[in-house]
Nanobody
Framework: DVQLQASGGGLVQAGGSLRLSCTAS????????IGWFRQAPGKERLGISC????????YYDRSVKGRFTISSDNAKNTVYLQMNKLKPEDTAVYYC??????????????????WGQGTQVTVSS
């Protein structure tokens, strides 16, 4: 069975940094992508970044581009989301998810097949 384990959330002041990790297991091929989504209270879950397992292509939502960096260590089956210059509006529950490659764009919620548990990120002003 495919499993995703997310970790690394916490409380940080505005301007600070956090690194989220997502460790995957159970995949039998490299034809998938890992995406990071976030959901603030009362809002929908939106994709903010993704990376292809096989080609390493990355995509970012404009709200995080230039501040967040997604990377992967395939030997460890782990994807990281380095979050710098955090803002209070980044406060949300962050989820990692896996699904088939979606060409040239961030995946939507419905594109993903597997989800990790959420990790809370709180940015204080």
């Amino acid at each position: 069975d495919v499993q995703l384990q997310a970790s690394g959330g916490g409380l940080v002041q505005a301007g600070g940094s956090l690194r989220l990790s997502c460790t995957a297991s159970g995949f039998t091929s490299d034809d998938y992508q890992i995406g990071w989504f976030r959901q603030a209270p009362g809002k929908e879950r939106l994709g903010i970044s993704c990376i292809g397992r096989s080609d390493g292509r990355t995509y970012y939502d404009r709200s995080v581009k230039g501040r967040f960096t997604i990377s992967s260590d395939n030997a460890k089956n782990t994807v990281y989301l380095q979050m710098n210059k955090l803002k209070p509006e980044d406060t949300a529950v962050y989820y990692c998810a896996a699904g088939p490659l979606v060409g040239g764009t961030l995946p939507d919620y419905g594109d993903m097949e597997y989800w990790g548990q959420g990790t809370q990120v709180t940015v204080s002003s």
